[in-house]
């Protein structure tokens, strides 16, 4: 059973940066498609990027593509999405997701495992 728990979200202003981790345990990584979903207020879950298994590579939505950068690192089974010129419409819940042996998913719904979220802010 793979756990995942968020960290690195908080309030920042416009144009700003932050970098999210998610850290697993009971799996690696590795063997995991790695995914990053966020909720606004009001609105539904949406897919925000993705680092497949193997040498699948990375997807990302395209309100974040040149922004955002998703990566994992093995060593420490954990998997980072760096946040680079936030807008206040990249405010919510993002969430942390994993699938075993999978690839570039964007639908939330494949992910077997789900971490337990964390706020990200963007202040005008």
């Known amino acids: 059973q793979v756990q995942l728990v968020e960290s690195g979200g908080g309030l920042v202003q416009a144009g700003g940066s932050l970098m999210l981790s998610c850290a697993a345990s009971g799996g690696l990584i590795s063997m995991y498609a790695m995914g990053w979903f966020r909720q606004a207020p009001g609105k539904e879950r949406e897919f925000v990027a993705v680092?497949?298994?193997?040498?699948?590579?990375?997807d990302y939505a395209d309100s974040v593509k040149g922004r955002f950068t998703i990566s994992r690192d093995n060593a420490k089974n954990t998997v980072h999405l760096q946040m680079n010129s936030l807008k206040p419409e990249d405010t919510a819940v993002y969430y942390c997701a994993a699938k075993s042996l999978g690839g570039l998913i964007r639908v939330g719904t494949m992910y077997g495992y789900w971490g337990q979220g964390a706020q990200v802010t963007v202040s005008a």
């Open positions: 680092i497949g298994w193997g040498g699948a590579g990375t």
